[in-house]
């Protein structure tokens, strides 16, 4: 079956799945494959539950006579192109959000200030790989009229595949880090990979990209892109910048467009390397025509979730919740703000940072060497590379022996960041403090 016969069928039945758990009735399954699961093996049950219509790639699950089984070659291939398809006969403007740290946020606070004045589909959760790419482009509806997807990648032309397949109009690269570095093999290799963003507006007469003004390395490959500049600091030339004004441990901050009137705002995002992403869905608003008292409201009301610094205030403690992921840049930007908290006796529980390949000694003992020059009164390390570092710090493990000592011991009063990779599974704690 081509595309655009799909594609109509699809115009009638434009609700997709690929878990044959959850089968609205009409929709259309997608059997997807993976390491531990055949999707193929559930098509005729997710018929059986609803589906209308079921795409699968091994003939031996379809039933020849049964036209509600559409045969292809490969399925995630089908679904991707569906999704470009799709989102080519809408037209709708769609702006690429990737980067090494602050992607999911900046996403957020980008759809939150457009959605001051348009109707936005925005990337939901962290859908931001070659299946939620796809199946976010697919709840584009025509009363859309913008589109943000997030994009994430780790190893090198993941970037390429899913900008092919978004297609965007215009982007933004929050940053470049140390991240996945297992996969990418070097810094040059991440940034190469999310430069694949720039090199795809490169082919298109009508892109702009957003662009932190600071960054040397996007500047590096921005090159002759059309650029709205953001940044920090009192700068009359960007068309976003700002400062932060205290963070205790909200962050209060200000900023202004152009040299224009300065506009504070008080935020419920902790840390203040989200100034950055503020100032970018600030200069994305305004170039798309937001106000700026629109965007003042809408930094003022987003709330952060997923375990993404998130402040939880107990019987006991207070915590700063950022389980969901960690790197080199992001764990020590983490530590940063937090030593320039003030208040409480401060403790911290950290979790090993995965994917880093050859490197992953060193970048731990940084980590140590930085907290052994810091302020902080507990640390307590849990993990297998953390655990393989001389250091005078509490080490443990894994998350289960954290839960004994807290059990055991009670920690109260204190300010305490929790933050690891999400698979050390940290985000299990809190609710033991």
Not at 26 to 47: D, R, V
Not at 65 to 73: H, K, N, Q
Not at 329 to 343: D, H, P, V
Not at 407 to 423: R, T
């Amino acid at each position: 079956m081509q595309i655009e016969e799909l594609y109509h069928i699809f115009e009638q039945h434009p609700v997709i799945t690929t878990d044959s758990r959850d089968c609205p009735e009409g929709s259309i399954f997608f059997a997807l494959k993976g390491e531990t699961f055949n999707g193929n093996q559930f098509a005729a049950a997710a018929l059986e539950k609803g589906c209308a219509y079921a795409v699968v790639d091994e003939p031996e699950h379809a039933d020849a006579s049964d036209p509600r089984f559409i045969l292809t070659e490969d399925v995630l291939t089908t679904l991707q192109q569906l999704a470009r398809h799709h989102r080519r006969a809408l037209g709708t403007r769609t702006i690429g959000v990737t980067g090494t740290n602050g992607k999911t946020t900046t996403k957020e606070l980008i759809a939150a200030v457009l959605s001051e004045k348009y109707n936005v589909l925005y990337t939901r959760g962290n859908f931001n790989n070659h299946i939620g790419v796809p199946k976010t482009l697919l709840q584009l509806t025509r009363e859309h009229d913008i589109a943000v997807v997030e994009m994430g990648a780790n190893h090198p032309g993941e970037i390429r595949t899913l900008v092919n397949i978004v297609e965007p109009n215009c982007g933004i690269i929050t940053n470049v880090g140390k991240a996945h570095l297992e996969g990418f093999g070097s810094l040059e290799g991440v940034i190469r990979t999310k430069g694949e963003l720039y090199d795809f507006l490169r082919t298109r007469e009508d892109s702009v990209i957003f662009i932190d003004a600071d960054n040397e390395h996007l500047r590096g490959i921005a090159g002759d892109l059309k650029q709205v500049q953001y940044g920090i600091g009192d700068r009359t030339d960007l068309c976003a910048s700002g400062e932060v004004i205290s963070c205790t441990p909200m962050v209060r901050m200000r900023w202004h467009h152009g040299g224009g009137e300065w506009h504070e705002v008080q935020t419920q995002l902790i840390g203040t390397y989200n100034l950055y992403n503020m100032m970018a869905a600030a200069a994305i608003g305004l170039y798309f025509g937001v106000s700026q008292e629109q965007v003042d409201h809408a930094i003022a009301n987003y709330v952060p979730s997923n375990n993404r610094s998130q402040l939880t205030v107990t019987e006991h403690n207070h915590l700063i919740v950022d389980t969901y992921n960690a790197n080199p840049t992001s764990m020590r930007a983490a530590l940063l703000n937090f030593c320039a908290i003030e208040g409480h006796p401060k403790m911290v529980i950290l979790g090993d940072m995965g994917e880093l390949g050859a490197g992953s000694q060193d970048e731990h003992q940084r980590i140590v060497d930085f907290l052994k020059s810091s302020d902080i009164d507990t640390v307590w390390l849990v993990g297998k590379n953390f655990g393989a570092i001389d250091s005078p710090y509490r080490k443990f493990d894994n998350v289960s022996e954290v839960k004994e000592a807290i059990a055991k011991e009670c920690p109260e009063g204190n300010l305490i960041l929790i933050k690891g990779s999400n698979y050390m599974r940290l985000f299990e704690l809190p609710q033991l403090l």
